[in-house]
T-cell receptor
């Protein structure tokens, strides 16, 4: 099947902004999600955006959605060492039964 | 207590052995899923179930079977484990209403020697 694409690695300095990008495949997706996986743990929903929105802000997190290009991004402001984790982008196709996940972006925050 | 509980959390076994991973949930969701996570490959869907009488194959079901014993329980079996089934396995439930997000268990790390 088609893939949800995201870069595999990102390294930033503490205090800088992080931007993680994702391209998804199904324009009928109702919701798009960002999940966070800390070492040794399961995936936790970080934030989501409804498909009729362009932007969603939640404290240090900003999600941007470009439906024309099927591009989703997650910006983390003032990145902290505790933000080091794997971040997964996921789409929820209208016709689908499950979420389609990207391969995950490993974010490393250095002091 | 966790809403989605997986047992065991860690298991080491030998090639050819039968293994069962169990999942139980208290969220009251009817949809349950098993995913497998491998480094660099992300999450891949093994099986999913919409209710007790419903079982569906995902993209990588070969070598696996599942049982939905009750709405709250969904178990994954490896009838004859092989080394390339070494991975981190996640059970998840889905909220059909609201945002449709998945709720994940903490994962079961399986090593097949």
């Amino acid at each position: 099947g088609e893939d949800v694409e995201q870069s595999l690695f990102l390294s930033v300095r503490e205090g800088d902004s992080s931007v993680i990008n994702c391209t998804y495949t199904d324009s009928s997706s109702t919701y798009l999600y960002w999940y966070k996986q800390e070492p040794g743990a399961g995936l936790q929903l970080l934030t989501y955006i409804f498909s009729n929105m362009d932007m969603k802000q939640d404290q240090r997190l900003t999600v941007l959605l470009n439906k024309k290009d099927k591009h989703l991004s997650l910006r983390i402001a003032d990145t902290q060492t505790g933000d080091s984790a794997i971040y997964f982008c996921a789409e929820s196709p209208n016709s689908g039964y499950a979420l389609n996940f990207g391969k995950g972006t490993s974010l490393l925050v250095t002091p | 207590d966790a809403d989605v509980t997986q047992t065991p959390r860690n298991r080491i076994t030998k090639t050819g052995k039968r293994i069962m991973l169990e999942c139980s949930q208290t969220k009251g969701h009817d949809r349950m899923y098993w995913y497998r996570q491998d480094p660099g490959l992300g999450l891949r869907l093994i099986y999913y179930s919409f209710d007790v009488k419903d079982i569906n194959k995902g993209e990588i079901s070969d070598g696996y079977s599942v049982s939905r014993q009750a709405q709250a329980k969904f178990s994954l079996s490896l009838e004859s484990a092989i080394p390339n089934q070494t991975a981190l396995y996640f059970c998840a439930t889905r909220d059909r209403k609201n945002t449709g997000e998945l709720f994940f268990g903490e994962g079961s790390r399986l090593t097949v020697l």
